[in-house]
Structure formats: C-alpha cells, structure tokens
C-alpha cells in the first residue's frame, strides 16, 4: 500500500466549551486542501449530560501519580457507548459533510480498531477514598489497526474515530480518547497532532488564560508537569505520540474560528520530550 505523508491527526475535545462546528469546517478546509487527516474524539460534555438524564452517577479516579480518570463501570460503560456513537459521532459527521468533507465514522469496535490491554484491579481514589478498583471496564491501547486507517485516507475519506476499544479477552472498555489521538498519530506515522481543548494551551497558571507556555517538557516517564484541570492526560497522551515517532504534538484553543489553522501557525502550546 502506497504510505501516505504529512498526515495531521486532530484530536476534537469533549469540553462544552470548544466549538465542534468550527473544528469540522476546520478539519474539511485543510482535508479540501490536499492533506491527510485523521480527526479523532471523546465527548466528556455529552457523556456527563446523558448520565444526568439517565441517573447514572459520573465518578472520577484518581491514580497514585494525580492523573484523574472517569470512573466506568457497567451502566457507564452504556453511557460512553450511547453518547459517543450516538451523538456526538453524527453531529460530527454532519458537520464535515456539510463542509465538503467526505468522512466515514469508526469506532475502537470496528475491524479491531483499537485492542486495548484492561487490568483486572488498580488502586486509586474514588471520591477521596484510597479503595482497590476492580469493575473499572477501562483500558490501555496497545494496537492500532493502521492498516485500515491507511486505507481510507488513499481512497481521500476522512476517519472520525472515538472510543471504545476492544480488550484482548474480547470485552468492551472504555478508553482515553486524548491517548485514542496519540495513538492513531503514531499507527498511520502522523506527522502532527492537535489535541484541541477548552484552553489556549498549557498555562502556567490554570487561573489565567494569558499565561500560555509556548513550550511545554514532558518527561520520558512518570508524571508529567501539570496534574490539574484535565490537562495531565493531554500531556501523557503528547508523550505518548512523539515517544510513537510523531515529530510535532501542539495542544491549542478549540474554541475560535479557524482553530487547527490557527494552531499550525503557532497559536498554541508546543509539547517536547525532555532530554534524555
């Protein structure tokens, strides 16, 4: 099969705050114009939402290293399912087709997507309680089907993929589409990643937009610089996509106008391994 270069994967926040029309319109403009992309998403907002309606009760873990997590267990697990297959994935979809975009939806599901290795147990907080967890049907991708990704961008589609993923012993779970994004850069060899959020970058100081690091050093392992606000798994998730060999990462503003353009061009927060 004939590889594909200077592929852009996106990566569509789930904050209620960032504008998914205009990273759509966004995404088809730059796909119009000749380059690859991959637009990958979660769906925080509309997953909170249907949990409230639904009555099932949304929970946060928190690892050891401070990363917070959602809490899913079974009827969660439905939530994620219904919000993101259902809802969010054809706003989305709509949105690129209405902007010229010929996109196809996928998600860890189909064709073996994503495979996602689960652990049976973990320790963590759950609503400031130290407690040992073990009907969390979370998971850890560790393949990607590249191969039908790949496809897809030389036939020109754009693939819109969220979770889940499969697990290895063939169950659902549900997995962090921040790292869903890093994972598929590295998969279909990416050459950037913009993970959009609800924020004009990394800030030095989560109380005020205008403190926007220009760079941000993420260490090889352990935990990253910034534990707080949602943005430690945006920095893993980084992590994860230079240490797979895509050579830029940049997590920027979802909210504006044109935000992936204006991110490419340098309104954003660029993300580098520290030295070794």
Do not use: F, W
Request: net charge positive; with cysteine; hydrophobic share 45%.
């Amino acid at each position: 099969m004939k590889r594909m270069h200077d592929i852009l994967v996106v990566k569509c926040g789930g904050n209620a705050a960032v504008r998914s029309e205009a990273i759509c319109a966004d995404v088809a403009a730059v796909h119009r114009g000749g380059r690859p992309v991959v637009l990958a998403h979660g769906g925080s907002a509309d997953i909170d939402r249907l949990a409230e309606r639904l009555d099932v009760p949304s929970r946060r873990l928190v690892a050891p290293d401070g990363v917070s997590t959602r809490y899913t267990d079974e009827s969660t697990l439905e939530v994620v399912q219904l919000a993101l297959a259902g809802s969010v994935k054809p706003r989305l979809l709509a949105a690129l087709r209405a902007s010229g975009a010929d996109a196809v939806g996928l998600t860890g599901l189909d064709a073996g997507l994503l495979v996602a290795a689960r652990k049976p147990a973990h320790r963590a907080l759950l609503d400031g309680r130290r407690v040992m967890v073990r009907d969390d049907h979370c998971g850890r991708i560790v393949e990607v089907n590249g191969d039908l990704l790949s496809t897809l961008l030389t036939a020109g589609l754009l693939p819109v993929v969220s979770p889940p993923a499969l697990a290895e012993d063939g169950r659902v779970v549900n997995v962090d589409a921040d790292r869903v994004a890093a994972a598929v850069a590295g998969a279909v060899r990416a050459s950037t990643l913009v993970l959009l959020t609800g924020a004009r970058g990394v800030l030095a100081d989560r109380y005020d937009e205008e403190s926007v690091l220009p760079v941000c050093r993420v260490p090889r392992r352990g935990a990253p610089p910034v534990v707080t606000g949602g943005m430690a798994v945006k920095l893993i998730a980084a992590r994860d996509a230079l240490l797979s060999g895509v050579r830029r990462v940049l997590i920027a503003d979802g909210r504006g106008p044109r935000p992936v353009q204006e991110a490419l061009a340098g309104a954003c927060t660029e993300v580098l391994l520290e030295e070794a």
